[in-house]
């Protein structure tokens, strides 16, 4: 694995880290705002890209306030005494009477909704009590913006979701919606680097990088 370069000092810079595997992504159901914690495995993942986020230095820890995340920053907060953050605003997209299923118990029961959800990527308005694209993007991103406010010219990292991850990081680079799956999904427990230039805005540093190989699974 090449490691990104540390940011040079004076740099705002946001490390978007996934949290690490659950029961229900190895099940491959959908988590949304479900509150499912880190399984066995998870907790190990965390435990071993903590040492290398703290040798970035980072100045805070946001995290969502989901359990699978909290105890993602967990190992983190411990080897850099820093507090960790909670911002609902970080979540996952919420997923409605999705959440708790996978792809099959949807298309069972939902075949129509199923297939417009494969068909547009995302993109449309599911029903179901799902969360829009056009929303999840505009608080992400918020959230992102006032956190690299709140610490500019240092390095945060951001305990979130997989997909919250690639909406946020899409408003922050100012790339059009439909882009998202330009994107490749975050495998648990790695992460998104952004970096503020001056010039530039929002630039991509780094993505899905990690400790561990692995495949993305249901945020």
């Known amino acids: 694995m090449t490691r990104p370069p540390s940011p040079p000092p004076g740099v705002t ?9 659950t029961d229900w992504n190895v099940a491959r159901r959908i988590q949304g705002h479900s509150d499912t914690p880190l399984n066995p495995e998870g907790r190990a993942q965390a435990a071993a890209v903590a040492p290398l986020l703290a040798a970035r230095r980072p100045v ?43 792809a099959a118990e949807i298309a069972e ?21 799902i969360e829009r694209p056009t929303e999840v993007t505009k608080r992400v991103g918020e959230a992102l913006r006032e956190i690299a406010d709140a610490a500019p010219g240092a390095t945060t990292v951001v305990v979130t979701h997989g997909g919250a991850a690639r909406y946020g ?26 970096r503020q230039d001056p010039r530039r805005g929002w630039v991509l540093q780094a993505h899905n990088v990690g400790t561990v190989a692995g495949a993305p699974t249901y945020e």
């Open 13 to 21: 810079t946001l490390i978007l880290w996934r949290h690490g595997i």
């Open 60 to 102: 805070a820890i946001v995290s969502s306030d989901l359990s699978r995340c909290r105890q993602t920053a967990a190992p983190l907060a411990e080897l850099t005494g820093l507090p960790v953050s909670s911002d609902p605003r970080l979540r996952e997209r919420y997923y409605g009477e999705w959440e708790g299923l996978t």
């Open 109 to 129: 029961r939902w075949p129509e909704s199923h297939a417009r959800w494969r068909a547009v990527h995302d993109m449309a308005d599911l029903g179901h009590g």
């Open 169 to 194: 990081t899409l408003d922050l680079l100012d790339w059009p919606l439909d882009q998202v799956h330009s994107l490749a999904g975050l495998v648990n427990c790695h992460f998104t680097e952004l």
